[in-house]
């Protein structure tokens, strides 16, 4: 159907459309640069209709890491208000990454960079300021163990955290360079037991006198 016969769309949905579209190129074309031709042809638009929406690619881009970012961090602050537990906490919020990635596979290759070659690097700094941020969630999250159960994290959080995050990052990475066949949570739940039960140890005993 062309541009023309196409029912008249509002604004937002328009939108949606585009960052839809080309989240399912992210994951069908496994390779190669995706043209702002190319996009407009699968949204079934013409270019200066893109351009509409979007003032570039990048700009495109950039909404679709809004979307990871706003899934992400407003499920791990809801993590976070139901959740007390340190290891219960860490496992939601790690589990949370490695299903959005599994079921956004196309967003796997924004969140790899591999995606991004040739793009913006301003593109690639937004990629590592998520994994920052989730990195600094975790941290706190450990930070808290001693305040919340009078335990403690056998590493310096801030090692702690950094290996968490590295883990659950190499998931993803091994995902996409599978060609999305390799799940991010297959075998998760074994691999994390085995990381819980010497992420925390047993209560700080106090000093005698």
């Known amino acids: 159907m062309s541009e023309q016969q196409t029912p008249r769309k509002n604004k937002t949905q328009r939108r949606e459309d585009i960052l ?3 989240a399912r190129m992210l994951e069908d074309q496994k390779g190669g640069k995706i043209t702002t031709a190319s996009l407009a042809k699968e949204v079934g638009v013409s270019e200066a209709a893109l351009y509409r929406h979007f003032s570039s ?13 706003e899934s992400l961090f407003s499920r791990i602050n809801l993590i976070l208000k139901e959740q007390q537990a340190t290891l219960v906490r860490c496992e939601h919020v790690l589990t949370l990454l ?3 990635a599994e079921h956004n596979p196309g967003l796997c290759r924004l969140l790899t960079g591999d995606a991004l070659f040739g793009e913006s690097d301003h593109l690639r700094q937004r990629i590592a300021r998520i994994y920052e941020r989730l990195e600094v969630q975790i941290k706190q999250i450990l930070r808290e163990t001693e ?20 883990l659950v990052e190499g998931r993803i990475v091994q995902f996409v360079r599978s ?3 390799r799940t991010p949570t297959h075998e998760w ?3 994390w037991r085995h990381l819980a039960k010497g992420l925390v140890v047993e209560p700080i005993q106090q000093q005698a006198g």
Do not use: N
């Open 20 to 22: 839809q579209a080309l």
């Open 57 to 69: 690619k990048g700009k495109i881009y950039e909404g679709l890491i809004d979307f990871i970012e």
């Open 98 to 100: 490695l299903a959005f």
């Open 147 to 166: 305040i919340r159960e009078g335990k403690k994290v056998a590493l310096p959080t801030t090692a702690a955290a950094s290996m968490l995050v590295a």
């Open 179 to 181: 060609g999305f066949k």
């Open 189 to 191: 739940p074994i691999q």
